[in-house]
């Protein structure tokens, strides 16, 4: 357990963290103990897609690329898991499947071989994780089951989202959502907040060469969907900025 120190905050322990602010030297500012869950749920997502996703030629510098949001850096900083597992296809058994791989940075080797998706301890009530992280593990698991995208990165763009079928429009093609607490530069949204989940993957275009766009849903929850038809391999691109070209229309 965490001891107090001498006018300070105590430290982590295994339950959920104070309710707090921090902020990092860029300016990102995170309040609220849901935040923080919800952050740190989302960056040891990001750890097990690219074990999960990605050849192992590129895992160290998606890793590196990975620990560039700043709140995330630290659990981003642990090894990426080599053997993983994906959920079932129907969403109806993500909760019950993620229940069934999930381990704890504290328990044994062994457990998390056999577990091999490892959240940060401060995520659990005891053995239960908490309902804000697993909101954005489900977020997760529906990429990691798709039959439609894969995530893709180069030294480039990074991280992206890529078709592994002919997609027709209106297509959902993963899902994220908003961390009102959380402002951070090329994260945030247009109504205050960042975008955290797999939809926060996807690479910019302009309206011309956008795929793809964003549609809010009734319970908050951000949608990607195909504006068009997207074949095998090409790159899924959403416009986030209407009045300029991207790279691939002033080729």
Known sequence: MGVRGAGGPPKNTRGRPRARCR?????????????????????CAKLYTIGLMLPPEVH?????RARGRQMQEKALRRPVAVQTQRPPRHHAQHRAWLQAVISRTCDSSRTKRERPLVLS??????????????????LWASLWASKHVTVSFDSTCGFGLRATTDVQGG?????????????ENGYDLQFGGSMLGPAALVNAACLRCANARFQLSSSGVWRLVSSRVIHNTQAVLASYETNKLCVGCTL
């Open 121 to 138: 301890r401060t995520l659990f009530d005891g053995r239960s994780i908490s309902e804000e992280s697993m909101a954005v593990l489900l």
């Open 23 to 43: 902020r990092g030297p860029t300016g990102i500012e995170l309040k609220g103990s849901a935040g923080i869950e919800t952050v740190t749920a989302d960056a």
């Open 171 to 183: 297509a959902v093609l993963a899902r994220g959502c908003c961390e009102p607490d959380l402002e």
């Open 60 to 64: 160290t510098a998606a890793q590196t």
